[in-house]
């Protein structure tokens, strides 16, 4: 069983930046793929950024070139550095550890979120 605890969420106006941090403790975290979620009431949650356990990562085209996803094994932490930061970022953040070979909100592991807001 895994645990995660974001931070780093705050108020931010538009063009500043925020790192998002996600512990982990429950062991195991080094061998987890790992993903930032985030999600608005009324629309779907969207995958914003993964990395692998060799730390090849992916992200969404709506933060491509902004956003930054890394891992610290040592420290069991994963953070999203969000740099240029635009309205449409508002929205709380998840982190999760993929449970299996695909994203699975009833099996991966989840965060309580943290909320971003970026001011106008």
């Known amino acids: 069983q895994v645990q995660l605890v974001e931070s780093g969420g705050g108020l931010v106006p538009a063009g500043g930046s925020l790192r998002l941090s996600c512990a982990a403790s429950?062991?195991?975290?080094?061998?987890?793929?790992m993903g930032w979620f985030r999600q608005t009431p009324g629309k779907q949650r969207e995958l914003v950024a993964q990395?692998?356990?060799?730390?090849?990562?992916n992200y969404a085209d709506s933060v491509k070139g902004r956003f930054t996803i890394s891992r610290d094994n040592a420290k069991n932490t994963v953070y999203l550095q969000m740099n240029s930061l635009k309205p449409e970022d508002t929205a709380v953040y998840y982190c999760?550890?993929?449970?299996?070979?695909?994203?699975?909100?009833?099996?991966?592991?989840w965060g309580q979120g943290t909320q971003v807001t970026v001011s106008s």
């Open positions: 990395i692998s356990d060799d730390r090849r990562t």
């Open positions: 999760a550890a993929k449970y299996g070979s695909s994203w699975n909100e009833r099996k991966d592991y």
């Open positions: 429950g062991g195991g975290f080094s061998s987890y793929p």
